[in-house]
T-cell receptor, first 109, second 114 residues
């Protein structure tokens, strides 16, 4: 399985963009990059996933480096409801979605 | 309906008790998952079912016994648990067991073993 490195924590001001980096230098060519987040006292929530090209949805954008060794999740305008732990998870051929430590995002009002 | 429902939300049990956790989804998903999450830690995969058959068992102790009686329902039977098994137990489902599928999670059952 590909290993990931994410910062332990990040802080942002409300209504400002948040860029969450993830390093996955051992990712294989067919592994998707998934992002989930977990708000306090809730189960994880799907955010976005992609393979090679950048992806956008109503929640966020995912920018994937050309060599696929890193990616960045972009929250365009952070709100207080975006305060959560964000997990970057490469898929694996054995279909196990394995969570790492993640990045705790704090949003200041 | 994009919901995964877990019951009960909270459970307290003694080490000699037998209890079951229940998970239900009505999205037509054919893959279902159990995760365990200790406080301040990431979720850890326990079991995966695909088309009601056990596909992945992450070397979980036999005191945890999963069951998938139909495509909508997933149970986790608990017997002779230890205090260190106290955790949040999360259920999830996905359309299929595939690398590009997104998982839908329930809110979990908070289990305390006394």
């Amino acid at each position: 399985d590909a290993k990931t490195t994410q910062p332990n924590s990040m802080e942002s001001n409300e209504e400002e963009p948040v860029h969450l980096p993830c390093n996955h230098s051992t990712i294989s060519g067919t592994d998707y990059i998934h992002w989930y987040r977990q708000l306090p006292s809730q189960g994880p929530e799907y955010v976005i996933h992609g393979l090679t090209s950048n992806v956008n949805n109503r929640m966020a954008s995912l920018a994937i480096a050309e060599d696929r060794k890193s990616s960045t999740l972009i929250l365009h305008r952070a709100t207080l409801r975006d305060a959560a732990v964000y997990y970057c998870i490469p898929s694996s051929r054995d279909y196990k979605l394995s969570f790492g430590a993640g990045t705790t995002v704090t949003v200041r009002a | 309906d994009t919901e995964v429902t877990q019951t009960p939300k909270h459970l307290v049990m003694g080490m000699t008790n037998k209890k079951s956790l229940k998970c239900e989804q009505h999205m037509g998903h054919r893959a279902m998952y159990w995760y365990k999450q200790k406080a301040k830690k990431p979720p850890e995969l326990m079991f995966v079912y695909s088309y009601e058959k056990l596909s992945i068992n992450e070397s979980v102790p036999s005191r945890f016994s999963p069951e998938c009686p139909n495509s909508s329902l997933l149970n986790l039977h608990l017997h002779a648990l230890q205090p260190e098994d106290s955790a949040l137990y999360l259920c999830a489902s996905s359309q299929l067991l595939a690398t590009n599928e997104k998982l839908f999670f329930g809110s979990g059952t908070q289990l305390s073993v006394l």
